[in-house]
């Protein structure tokens, strides 16, 4: 079963990633670029609502059914973006598309936590990292390519014949998944929880400046380089498979890396200087060939990477799978980041040119890095393993 969800973690990473980077593009020519922030924030908000209630429903249907029904919803969402439809129904199709995503990841999170043990979990979520991070590698390179075909829709095409490989493989193959008996407590509790222990308060905040960082990238980047820098989406395709890359290599040499010494705190800090040094980078060098981008872009994911693995792994030895509140309180981050990143990136846009929102993100990153170098370890809680 454990094998089973790293295989749906990997193709719903996939699905998700063949309209990651495309899809601020292909929604701004309908709303324009100062309302793309809004549509995010809409259905972060959607998400959030849902998560926060997501244990008694999983109490009552089970995860696997509770997965199902919201990919439902998210292929009918794919279906309207890939048919002609009126304004309205094409705006409120992409609003649920973004917000049954959360909603899914937070289902193949639950599955993963249900079948790991404490003892390897960095080992373990490393991988799982790692699986989805070749998906979302994968995914601009074949949004590139079916682009250059069939335009932006093509790609949510692509992305629903993925998704409903995935549906098959859930429908008949977790059919044996047996749900633990959650303890839906409310989100309320959990962050009462987190803001009372330095240790939880501090990942969780500097995971959401992760996320933050996600989502100001996947929402103007795209925009900056193809509007901006004039770049094709061939060469964007290629630059993003690069920077993407990154993910892929660390992911789980860095989950085997925190079991063995247990330095999150260190590395965490790390990466937030190297993603700072890339999005000033951005905002103040000039840079308009392919290999010097990708290579920029790269290096911003290196740091991004390591902040990940850090701050997922010291979660997730210490959240069980039980407490949905907790776990979906973590998931919120990305719809929360989803919601406040592109509004303020919004505001920011009445004021200054488009390439010094970057630097706005750089001061915002520092703030991580202060949540990352306040991380503390608890006595007992972290052990050397793997020593064979």
Same mark, same amino acid.
């Given at each position: 079963?454990?094998? =089973?969800?790293?295989?749906?973690?990997?193709?719903f990473?996939?699905?998700?990633?063949?309209?990651?980077y495309?899809?601020?593009?292909?929604?701004? =020519?309908?709303?324009?670029?100062k309302?793309?922030g809004v549509?995010?924030? *809409?259905?972060?908000?959607?998400?959030?609502?849902?998560?926060?209630c997501?244990?008694?429903?999983?109490?009552?249907?089970?995860?696997?059914?509770? %997965?199902?029904?919201y990919?439902?919803?998210?292929?009918?969402?794919?279906?309207?973006?890939?048919?002609?439809?009126?304004?309205?129904?094409?705006i409120?199709?992409?609003?649920?598309?973004l917000?049954? @995503?959360?909603?899914l990841?937070f289902s193949?999170?639950?599955?993963?936590?249900?079948?790991?043990?404490?003892?390897g979990?960095?080992?373990?979520?490393g991988?799982?990292?790692?699986?989805?991070s070749?998906g979302?590698?994968?995914?601009?390179?074949? /949004?590139?390519?079916? $682009?250059?075909?069939?335009?932006?829709i093509?790609t949510?095409?692509?992305?629903?014949?993925?998704?409903? *490989?995935?549906?098959?493989?859930?429908?008949?193959?977790?059919r044996?998944?047996?749900?633990?008996e959650?303890?839906?407590?409310?989100?309320?509790? /959990?962050?009462?929880?987190? $803001?009372?222990?330095?240790?939880l308060?501090?990942?969780?905040?500097?995971?959401?400046?992760?996320?933050f %960082?996600?989502?100001?990238?996947?929402?103007?980047?795209?925009?900056?380089?193809?509007?901006?820098?004039?770049? @094709?989406?061939?060469?964007?395709?290629?630059?993003? @498979?690069?920077?993407l890359?990154?993910?892929v290599?660390?992911?789980?040499?860095?989950g085997?890396?925190?079991?063995?010494l247990?330095? #999150?705190?260190?590395?965490?800090?790390?990466?937030f200087?190297?993603? *700072?040094?890339?999005?000033?980078?951005?905002?103040?060098?000039?840079?308009?060939?392919? $290999?010097?981008?990708?290579a920029?872009?790269?290096?911003?994911?290196?740091?991004?990477?390591?902040?990940? /693995?850090?701050?997922?792994i010291?979660?997730?030895?210490?959240a @069980?799978?039980?407490?949905?509140?907790?776990?979906?309180l973590?998931?919120?981050?990305r719809?929360?980041?989803?919601?406040?990143?592109?509004?303020?990136?919004?505001?920011?846009l009445y004021?200054?040119?488009?390439?010094?929102? %970057?630097?706005v993100?750089?001061?915002?990153?520092?703030?991580?890095?202060?949540?990352?170098?306040?991380? #503390?370890?608890?006595p007992?809680?972290?052990? =050397?393993?793997?020593?064979?």
């Amino acid at each position: 079963m454990r094998h =089973r969800v790293y295989i749906a973690n990997l193709l719903f990473s996939l699905a998700y990633a063949a309209t990651l980077y495309t899809n601020s593009s292909f929604i701004e =020519r309908t709303v324009g670029l100062k309302f793309v922030g809004v549509l995010y924030a *809409i259905a972060a908000l959607g998400s959030i609502f849902v998560l926060s209630c997501s244990g008694k429903t999983m109490t009552r249907v089970g995860n696997r059914v509770f %997965f199902l029904s919201y990919g439902a919803l998210y292929s009918v969402s794919l279906l309207l973006l890939v048919f002609p439809v009126s304004t309205p129904i094409l705006i409120a199709a992409f609003v649920i598309y973004l917000f049954t @995503s959360n909603i899914l990841v937070f289902s193949l999170n639950i599955f993963f936590q249900h079948l790991t043990e404490i003892r390897g979990r960095g080992k373990m979520r490393g991988f799982f990292l790692l699986l989805g991070s070749v998906g979302i590698m994968l995914g601009p390179l074949f /949004a590139s390519r079916v $682009i250059d075909f069939g335009g932006y829709i093509a790609t949510y095409a692509f992305g629903l014949g993925i998704f409903a *490989i995935l549906a098959v493989l859930v429908e008949s193959s977790f059919r044996k998944y047996a749900d633990s008996e959650y303890n839906f407590g409310k989100v309320e509790t /959990a962050i009462r929880h987190t $803001i009372k222990q330095k240790t939880l308060r501090n990942v969780i905040a500097a995971n959401f400046i992760l996320q933050f %960082f996600y989502a100001w990238m996947v929402v103007y980047t795209p925009i900056y380089l193809s509007q901006y820098l004039g770049f @094709s989406w061939d060469s964007i395709g290629i630059m993003f @498979s690069i920077m993407l890359l990154a993910f892929v290599i660390l992911d789980y040499p860095l989950g085997r890396l925190a079991d063995w010494l247990g330095s #999150e705190k260190e590395l965490a800090a790390i990466g937030f200087l190297i993603m *700072i040094g890339t999005v000033f980078a951005l905002a103040f060098l000039r840079i308009d060939t392919v $290999i010097m981008m990708g290579a920029l872009l790269f290096m911003s994911r290196i740091g991004a990477a390591t902040v990940e /693995a850090m701050t997922e792994i010291h979660f997730f030895k210490s959240a @069980s799978e039980t407490d949905p509140g907790l776990l979906s309180l973590f998931c919120d981050l990305r719809p929360l980041a989803f919601a406040i990143g592109p509004l303020l990136g919004m505001v920011a846009l009445y004021f200054l040119p488009f390439k010094m929102i %970057f630097a706005v993100l750089g001061a915002i990153l520092f703030l991580g890095l202060t949540a990352a170098l306040s991380m #503390e370890k608890k006595p007992g809680w972290w052990v =050397r393993e793997h020593k064979n």
